[in-house]
């Protein structure tokens, strides 16, 4: 379901879990958890201070993109989630996470380092959009752009924490 404590005020948002993650029951262990540990660093955080989840909770079938059923499905887990822990901010790893909580297309290329107004399940919160993790891994454009954002995510914790 996640990982971390359940009183964190940031609530990190993935896609769903990969074969890794599958394996030890935790999002985000793979290669692209280890891209999202060196930048939680830059933005001064720790993975244990923060809750990290998925809009979906099982894997997709060829690890291909949940489809708008499958994140609707498992709203409820993030829902219940979201209302009981009442994060002041959630980080979207990613357009599928962005999709889930904001209930519209997003184009991260072109969203990517904002951070929105939102309100999911009752709860209202700062969500800041950026790129999931492992887009990093096949594009140093992207792994740039990544840590532009969570150094500029760095600055947005100093004025809500």
């Known amino acids: 379901m996640g990982d971390g404590p359940t009183d964190a005020k940031i609530i990190l948002l993935g896609e769903g879990p990969g074969f890794n993650e599958d ?39 060829e690890n291909r993109d949940p489809a708008d059923d499958e994140i609707e499905t498992c709203s409820i887990y993030l829902q219940q989630q979201v209302g009981l822990m009442k994060p002041k901010l959630v980080v979207a790893l990613g357009r599928i996470a962005a999709r889930a909580l904001l209930g519209r297309h997003v184009s991260v290329g072109r969203e990517h380092g904002s951070i929105i107004e939102c309100t999911y399940a009752g709860v209202g919160f700062k969500l800041f959009l950026t790129y999931h993790p492992a887009a990093a891994i096949y594009s140093g454009r992207t792994k740039q752009e990544l840590q532009a954002d969570f150094l500029k995510l ?8």
């Not at 939680?40 to 809750?51: D, I, S, T």
């Not at 760095?154 to 924490?161: D, F």
């Open 23 to 61: 394996l030890q029951g935790k999002p985000f262990v793979g290669a692209a958890g280890k891209t999202l540990n060196e930048l939680l660093q830059l933005a001064g955080l720790k993975r244990e201070e923060v809750y990290i989840t998925n809009a979906v909770r099982c894997r997709p079938p």
């Open 154 to 161: 760095k600055q947005i914790l100093k004025t809500i924490t």
